[in-house]
Every structure is written in C-alpha cells, then in structure tokens.
C-alpha cells in the first residue's frame, strides 16, 4: 500500500461545518477524542466524495479504511496509509472504550453513497433516505453520548433525541447543498416527495445552477416541505440540550442554532437552493448565542 493518503482525497482538504467542532465549549477532557471521530469521518467522506477516483478504487479504498478501524477497534493505530487518523482514534478507543460498530457504519453509508452515485440512484422514500442518515449521521452523536458516559440501554429518551438532531443535521445538508450535490448525480430528494409535488427527476439528470432557468414553482415548494420536515425533526431532538452537562450541554445548543440558522437563510433565500448555497459564518455568531442562550 503507499505511505500516503489516496490522491483523490488529499489531508488538507478544507471544509465548511454548520457547527462547532471540538470548540472551547467541549470539555477539555474529550475534545481530543472528539476531533479523532470527526478527522475519522472526514477523511473517510473525503475518499467517498472527492476528487476524481473511480468508483471501484473509492470502494476499495474504504474497504481498506475498515480493515485499518478494525485494527485500531484491537489497539493496532499504525495504518501504513492513513496513520494519523488512526493513531489517535486507537487511543480513543482504547481510553474511552469507543464501539466499533457506529464507526464501522459510517462506512457502510459512505459506501453506500459512492454506490448511489455511481448508478445515478435516487431514494424512494423519506424512510430510505432516514435509513440512510441512521448510518451516516446517527453514529456520530451516538459516539458522543458514549463519551459523555451516556448508553443506550439507559438513556434511549437521550438516544433518540440526539438521533432526531444528527438525521436533522444531515437533511438540512441536504437541502442547502443541492445545487452542489446535483450536478454531481447526488440525488436526496425522495422520489415520493417529488412525486407529490409534481417534480420529475429527470428535470435534474443534466443539472448545472449557472445554466439552468429560474427553478419550476413546484421544485421550490419541495424544498420548502422539505425544509419543514428537517426543522420538525430538529426540534424534536432539540431539548437534548438540557439533559447533557456543563459545557457539552451548551456546544450543543449552538449546534441546533446552527442547523436551524441554514434552514432558516434557505426561507430567506426562497427555498431556492438550486442556484445558491447559503451558509453561516462570523457575522451569525451573536445571533446564534442569543438564541442559545433562550433554548
């Protein structure tokens, strides 16, 4: 194997987050392991999204990531090819004793997602496209609940509220990224939703924001239901806020701000997301305190 990340998937890839990581809010304490399950993550997005690899060598690539966790689930962080991901994610395992599975199913949806893509799939339901984010999404608030001494056998209330906020998460990404996703054959929108609202999927095989016209009425009022079903979803987990402690408890509250922050810009924006993908930045930080404060 080389000694080097998979060119199509470079260490210092910037990226955008709608929410903290591993800020000064998180306790001290975790924040290490908490930045080894993100750069895990990541990284491992990174192999399923960027660059221009193959579907094959981006699959055979996550494979070989899944052997290096299980290796890393044994104590074993020395990954010829990614051994700072590794390194510390062994250590965190180790002192925090992190379960594999959730790490390991954050690879089965990124193999999943390369699949999709590569067969120009779309999700026929919003009960597919949740399956989906109990995969990619779910696992890494549930790593958190572990590190905050929370189990599920325990605290499935605080299992399933945190579930509700990461789908949430992962829908608003979604809907604010659609005109990036979609000239990329990512399709998210639910083949029944569309259905519904009279949108064909074939009006987005050839997508491109800057050629296309001013998106059909009907494309916009599905992004609007679909924006409604991420801020009721978002909700619902949203008094999770007050059962975690302390510093988590409050990194928390800004998470959730900074989710229903992007929904609401995409209102603001008339739900077309088609053409721009809003994003929040410095200039949003005083009113996502305010708000965190009132939760």
Same mark, same amino acid.
């Not at 599975?101 to 390369?114: E, G, I, K, N, V």
């Not at 919003?126 to 001494?149: D, F, K, M, Q, T």
């Not at 924001?209 to 494309?219: E, G, T, V």
């Given at each position: 194997?080389?000694?080097?990340?998979?060119?199509?998937?470079?260490?210092?890839?910037?990226? !955008?987050?709608?929410? &903290?990581?591993? =800020?000064?809010?998180?306790?001290?304490?975790?924040?290490?392991?908490?930045?080894?399950?993100?750069? !895990? +993550?990541?990284?491992?997005?990174?192999?399923?999204?960027?660059?221009?690899?193959?579907?094959?060598?981006?699959?055979?690539?996550?494979?070989?990531?899944?052997?290096?966790?299980?290796?890393?689930?044994?104590?074993?962080?020395? =990954?010829?090819? @990614?051994?700072?991901?590794?390194?510390?994610?062994?250590?965190?395992?180790?002192?925090?004793?992190? &379960?594999?599975?959730?790490?390991?199913?954050?690879?089965?949806?990124?193999?999943?997602?390369?699949? !999709?893509?590569?067969?120009?799939?779309? !999700? +026929?339901?919003?009960?597919?496209?949740?399956?989906?984010?109990?995969?990619? /999404?779910? &696992?890494?608030?549930?790593?958190? %609940?572990? %590190?905050?001494?929370?189990?599920?056998?325990?605290?499935?209330?605080?299992?399933?509220? =945190?579930?509700?906020?990461?789908?949430?998460?992962?829908?608003?990404?979604?809907?604010?990224?659609? =005109?990036?996703?979609?000239?990329?054959?990512?399709?998210?929108?639910?083949?029944?939703?569309?259905?519904?609202?009279?949108?064909?999927?074939?009006?987005?095989?050839?997508?491109?924001?800057?050629?296309?016209? /001013? &998106?059909?009425?009907?494309?916009?009022?599905?992004?609007?239901?679909?924006?409604?079903?991420?801020?009721?979803?978002?909700?619902?987990?949203?008094?999770?806020?007050?059962?975690?402690?302390?510093?988590?408890?409050?990194?928390?509250?800004?998470?959730?701000?900074?989710?229903?922050?992007?929904?609401?810009?995409? +209102?603001?924006?008339?739900?077309?997301?088609?053409?721009?993908?809003?994003?929040?930045?410095?200039?949003?930080?005083?009113?996502?305190?305010?708000?965190?404060? @009132?939760?």
């Amino acid at each position: 194997m080389p000694s080097t990340p998979p060119t199509h998937a470079p260490a210092d890839i910037g990226h !955008y987050e709608n929410f &903290p990581v591993a =800020s000064w809010l998180c306790p001290p304490h975790l924040r290490a392991p908490i930045a080894a399950i993100y750069h !895990y +993550a990541r990284t491992a997005d990174d192999i399923a999204d960027e660059g221009d690899a193959p579907p094959e060598q981006r699959l055979a690539d996550l494979a070989a990531y899944r052997q290096d966790l299980a290796a890393a689930a044994q104590g074993d962080g020395a =990954s010829a090819r @990614w051994p700072h991901i590794f390194g510390p994610l062994a250590h965190a395992i180790a002192q925090f004793s992190l &379960p594999e599975a959730p790490l390991a199913d954050l690879l089965s949806a990124f193999a999943q997602d390369t699949a !999709y893509t590569q067969g120009g799939r779309w !999700y +026929a339901s919003r009960a597919e496209l949740l399956a989906y984010c109990a995969r990619s /999404a779910n &696992p890494v608030g549930r790593l958190l %609940l572990h %590190l905050y001494g929370l189990r599920p056998e325990s605290d499935a209330a605080v299992y399933a509220q =945190s579930d509700a906020i990461c789908s949430a998460l992962q829908l608003i990404n979604f809907w604010q990224d659609l =005109s990036v996703d979609l000239p990329r054959g990512r399709y998210y929108l639910p083949l029944a939703d569309c259905a519904a609202h009279g949108v064909q999927p074939d009006d987005f095989k050839h997508f491109r924001p800057l050629a296309q016209a /001013a &998106p059909a009425p009907a494309a916009i009022k599905l992004v609007e239901t679909e924006v409604q079903w991420a801020r009721q979803l978002m909700l619902q987990g949203a008094p999770l806020v007050h059962r975690l402690p302390g510093r988590a408890g409050w990194e928390l509250r800004l998470v959730v701000q900074g989710g229903l922050a992007i929904l609401d810009k995409i +209102a603001a924006q008339g739900f077309d997301t088609f053409s721009q993908r809003p994003t929040v930045g410095k200039a949003d930080a005083p009113r996502l305190l305010w708000r965190a404060v @009132w939760m």
